[in-house]
């Protein structure tokens, strides 16, 4: 079935230095994915999001490109701040019916000033 | 703005009582999804409500049912309480604006079982 695998975290970064976290799928036909971020005690915010093949979604200065030749999501941004603090998650929604997302397990980073 | 709001925030069961925890938007849905995150993991879907029809499930056992009203106002009841259903319980909305499909969170309901 579909799934989604992010890297392992901690993540911890100086403020301004460079993210990436990593995001691979495996999916039958066309999947839609997302990055989802989750501040302490809160829900689920959509930061952003891409529909098809080589598409870049981009969001507060975060991007991430659809790679489908290595189904592969990553999530960048150039420079961190502390208030970037938080649990990232990677999902995919499948090309089937029903609007079921599957999650990655999650990736929290903690920048330090 | 969607505003999804869910309540309660927190709520301490004891194993083998009954739930219900609940969701609604500012503006009406017809489409709302639950799903479950355990700690330290991401969300596990549970089950989707299309015009107050369930129409799409997770590997969630019979004893989480759900309700979508007229208001497209939802709720999640889970019957025999177990340990492992303690949870951050999520309800999620779908927005079909346009030509894009995005799904919108509420803050959550944090179910401990002892």
């Known amino acids: 079935g579909d799934s989604v695998t992010q890297m392992e975290g901690p993540v911890t970064l100086s403020e301004e230095a460079f993210l990436t976290i990593n995001c691979t799928y495996t999916a039958t036909g066309y999947p839609s994915l997302f990055w989802y971020v989750q501040y302490p005690g809160e829900g689920l915010q959509l930061l952003l999001k891409a529909t098809k093949a080589d598409d870049k979604g981009s969001n507060k200065g975060f991007e991430a490109t659809y790679r489908k030749e290595t189904t592969s999501f990553h999530l960048e941004k150039g420079s961190v701040q502390v208030s970037d603090s938080a649990v990232y998650f990677c999902?995919?929604?499948?090309?089937?019916?029903?609007?079921?997302?599957?999650f990655g397990a999650g990736t929290r980073l903690a920048v330090h000033p | 703005e969607t505003g999804v709001t869910q309540s309660p925030t927190h709520l301490i069961k004891t194993r083998g009582q009954q739930v219900t925890l609940r969701c609604s938007s500012q503006?009406?849905?017809?489409?709302v999804s639950w799903y479950q995150q355990a700690l330290g993991q991401g969300p596990q879907f549970i089950f989707q409500?299309?015009?107050?029809?369930?129409?799409g499930r997770g590997n969630f056992p019979p004893r989480f049912s759900g309700l979508q009203f007229p208001n497209y106002s939802s709720e999640l009841n889970v019957n025999a309480l177990e340990l492992d259903d303690s949870a951050l319980y999520l309800c999620?909305?779908?927005?079909?604006?346009?030509?894009?499909?995005?799904?919108?969170f509420g803050p959550g309901t944090r179910l401990t079982v002892t």
């Open positions: 999620a909305i779908i927005d079909r604006g346009g030509s894009t499909y995005e799904q919108y």
């Open positions: 999902a995919l929604k499948g090309s089937g019916g029903y609007n079921k997302l599957i």
């Open positions: 409500y299309y015009r107050e029809e369930e129409n």
């Open positions: 503006s009406g849905h017809n489409t």
